[in-house]
């Protein structure tokens, strides 16, 4: 059992930016996929970014494409989302996702059903 705690959220104003962390419990996390998705009052949770365990592949949502980068740090079992130019629309609830099948070095899980661990997620606001 994996437990996933994100922090660096909070309230913003447009054009700043922010990182979230995700801490993961246990050391083998650095062999999973690890992803952020995110949630707005009323949608659906979508997926924002995500990183092959090997580190050598990332994929981003287009809307964030540019502005955000996924990155980890296996010593410290910690991924983390850097947010740049933050926009009104990305305000949410940005969650921390680990996947822990066995894949290919260069797989980027992009569905959530293919994560397996959830933390309870970190609130981003960004004012107008």
């Known amino acids: 059992q994996v437990q996933l705690v994100e922090s660096g959220g909070g309230l913003v104003q447009a054009g700043d930016s922010l990182r979230l962390s995700c801490a993961a419990s246990?050391?083998?996390?650095?062999?999973?996929?690890m992803g952020w998705f995110r949630q707005a009052p009323g949608k659906e949770r979508e997926f924002v970014a995500a990183?092959?365990?090997?580190?050598?592949?990332?994929y981003y949502a287009d809307s964030v494409k540019g502005r955000f980068t996924i990155s980890r740090d296996n010593g410290k079992n910690t991924v983390y989302l850097r947010m740049n130019n933050l926009k009104p629309e990305d305000t949410a609830v940005y969650y921390c996702?680990?996947?822990?099948?066995?894949?290919?070095?260069?797989?980027?899980?992009?569905?959530?059903?293919?994560?397996?661990?959830w933390g309870l997620g970190t609130q981003v606001t960004v004012s107008s």
């Open positions: 990183l092959s365990w090997s580190g050598t592949t990332t």
């Open positions: 246990a050391r083998t996390s650095s062999r999973y996929a």
């Open positions: 996702s680990a996947d822990q099948t066995y894949r290919s070095s260069g797989y980027v899980p992009r569905a959530e059903g293919e994560y397996d661990y």
